[in-house]
């Protein structure tokens, strides 16, 4: 697996949601509702014989603006969603109708909420961890 | 001399390399043992019989035409003896190797909520079990 390649791909899915942008992992400003796939948190080498496999674990997440903190919770609920138009787990999961092409599984695990500042605004985030799992041979 | 790593193991089962789907390979060798005991000693005797082993393989389900499932099952239910081959340290000149028959004894396959599916083989040794260095 290539990192940056499976951070696109959820990139490029989570772009499929209506009204949500995604974001470079980097960016110092953003238009919300947005979303930031930064670097995994970690790389598991050589779960299988051979570099048969490695798993990441990767937290990216949706900042939404905190101006109606209200409007904020109930969009943070659509994305938060187990399934729905705006759901994240149903967008990113792997599926048997949503394969990835850059690695074999992705699992949204969990989301967490808090207040992220970016570029010294506050904004509400909902922090989502992924396991993912794929060929370790590039 | 030096400590080394399972991460390089390779182990092929009738000539498939199954290394990229398992993460465990666990093996048994024995011989059996026969009392020979008699009358004036104070502790039993033994004599070495006939050698016997088997092999545990596990690892992580992949839904392929070469992933386990697809390789095992069908020996499982041929019922005949394969070729296995186990190298503890890896590909490559002078490393061990060991070379029997098995016979695919059992598959186990778990599905946890939390985690990939997984698998289990036990295989049977039969006949000579072949130790070499890799040419």
Redesign the interface.
Known sequence: MNVVDVMDEIGRKLRQIDGLNVADWDAEDVSVPAALVPLPDRIDYDKTYGRGSDGITIEFMIVIGLGNKRAASKQAAEFAAPSGPRSVREKVGAAPNNRYEYCDDVQVQSCEFDVVRIAGTDYLGCVFTAMIAGNGRG | MGFKH??????KINAV?I?????NTEETDGVDTHDVTTYGNARKRYAAGLGDGTFTIS??HDDGATGPRSVLKPLMAAGAPVPFIYRTE?TGTGLPEEQVDVLVKSYKQTSPV?D?VKWTAELQMTGPLVEIDQP
């Open positions: 399972g991460r390089f193991t390779v182990i390399d290394s990229a789907f398992t993460d690892g992580t890896g939390a990939m």
